[in-house]
């Protein structure tokens, strides 16, 4: 059974920067595709960005430029780094691994990190 623990969310005024970390307990990390999705107040959950075990990224297109996605196998972690943030960035930030077929549907979950942007 694979554990997602997150850290790094946090409250920032706009044109700030932020870094969420995402570390997995159990299961083979390398060999998941890994990915991070958000949840703003009153919407559902959105993707925002993933890398597969191979290293191929995908970003949601209005966030390509300003988030990147990474992973450290030997650490068995995944980071988003997240400039020049914005109000509508704020929300619940989730991180994801272990992709079920060939969509967006993951099976392992982190337990979510809040993150605020204020103007």
């Known amino acids: 059974q694979v554990q997602l623990l997150e850290s790094g969310g946090g409250s920032v005024q706009a044109g700030a920067s932020l870094r969420l970390s995402c570390v997995a307990s159990?299961?083979?990390?390398?060999?998941?595709?890994v990915a991070w999705f958000r949840q703003a107040p009153g919407k559902d959950r959105e993707f925002v960005c993933s890398?597969?075990?191979?290293?191929?990224?995908t970003y949601l297109g209005s966030l390509k430029g300003r988030f990147t996605v990474e992973r450290r196998n030997a650490k068995k972690a995944m980071y988003l780094q997240m400039n020049n943030l914005k109000p509508e960035d704020t929300a619940v930030y989730y991180c994801a691994l272990d992709r079920l077929g060939s969509g967006q549907q993951y099976r392992y979950w982190g337990q979510g990190t809040q993150v605020s942007v204020s103007s």
């Open positions: 890398k597969t075990s191979g290293g191929r990224t």
């Open positions: 159990g299961g083979t990390f390398s060999t998941y595709d």
